[in-house]
């Protein structure tokens, strides 16, 4: 700073330069930010730094919705939510991160609120069938890959069509069985009954095919376009109880049903009692009650 002349008057102007200059001659950004490179430097050490990403993953426990969703399950079905989630996984990649995290924290929050506006699943009461054909491995094994192929393709026409015509949804195909859930039990033994009576007129190869079928009534979840829960576990574990082709059911579904329908088709219901030397089903209610319609 410069010394006031002795002989007064105004002192000369004097000039601080407030923004230091860089190496370059170009000015830094003022106050205590950080560069544009360092900080972009320092977003990316935090965006894949693990306990930041751990910490935001502990935080999304506490959200609404499901603290999962972003897994391949809960993307990979229809709604709006899922519809996002998808372009977001392509743009973040698959890769754990903390913007990774964030987004999908508030895809989740969506999701639990369309569903609790009724525009999800949720926990609504669905009918859940589980079919396959019997003794199909042994015969699969030694007809080779075109014969199984071109039995699979007649039995899903012989099979798809009546669930689709009674509002059923062929949920996944597992091999010579799919699982398909309906709004209504009714609607399921129906599309059942038909199902098994189209799959009477199939023959490969000298294969006539007999399916069992499993039908349990309840309130799994649906998560990208598939339904899990202990529900599905006991439909699967009612369709085992099926042996050579037989229509299983649970009291659940049985007491869903209205009393004409089986009338109306036919059907006898007779409870199901375990062979003694049957391996007990594993994975449902020791209290479950099966039945089988004849």
């Given at each position: 700073m410069s010394e006031t002349p002795s002989g007064g008057g105004e002192p000369p102007e004097v000039v601080i330069p407030l923004v230091p200059a860089d190496?370059?001659?170009?000015?830094?950004?003022?106050?205590?930010?950080?560069?544009?490179?360092?900080?972009?430097?320092?977003?990316?050490?935090?965006?894949?730094?693990?306990?930041?990403?751990?910490?935001?993953?502990?935080?999304?426990?506490?959200?609404?919705?499901?603290?999962?969703?972003?897994?391949?399950?809960?993307?990979s079905g229809p709604g709006g939510a899922r519809a996002v989630a998808r372009a977001a996984d392509k743009l973040v990649g698959d890769t754990p991160s903390a913007a990774r995290e964030i987004g999908f924290g508030a895809l989740q929050v969506w999701q639990a609120m369309l569903e609790r506006v009724g525009r999800g699943k949720g926990s609504q009461e669905v009918t859940v069938m589980f079919t396959d054909l019997v003794a199909f491995s042994g015969w699969s094994l030694s007809a080779g890959d075109a014969a199984t192929l071109e039995l699979l393709r007649v039995v899903a026409k012989a099979i798809e069509p009546p669930i689709a015509d009674r509002g059923g949804h062929v949920v996944k195909r597992m091999g010579d069985g799919v699982m398909a859930v309906f709004t209504s039990a009714d609607r399921a033994v129906r599309a059942a009954q038909h199902a098994k009576r189209n799959l009477a007129a199939v023959e490969v190869r000298g294969y006539r095919p007999q399916m069992r079928v499993g039908l349990h009534t309840g309130s799994p979840r649906e998560i990208g376009g598939d339904w899990l829960g202990v529900d599905v576990t006991i439909a699967a574990r009612v369709m085992e109880a099926g042996g050579n082709g037989n229509m299983m059911l649970s009291q659940a579904t049985l007491e869903s049903l209205r009393p004409e329908t089986l009338e109306e088709l036919g059907y006898t219901v007779k409870p199901y009692r375990r062979s003694f030397f049957a391996a007990p089903l594993s994975g449902v209610p020791e209290d479950l009650r099966i039945f089988r319609l004849d």
């Open positions: 190496e370059d001659g170009s000015p830094r950004r003022s106050g205590p930010g950080l560069r544009r490179g360092q900080l972009s430097t320092l977003m990316n050490v935090a965006n894949s730094r693990p306990d930041f990403i751990g910490a935001l993953r502990k935080a999304r426990e506490q959200l609404p919705g499901d603290p999962a969703f972003g897994d391949p399950l809960s993307v």
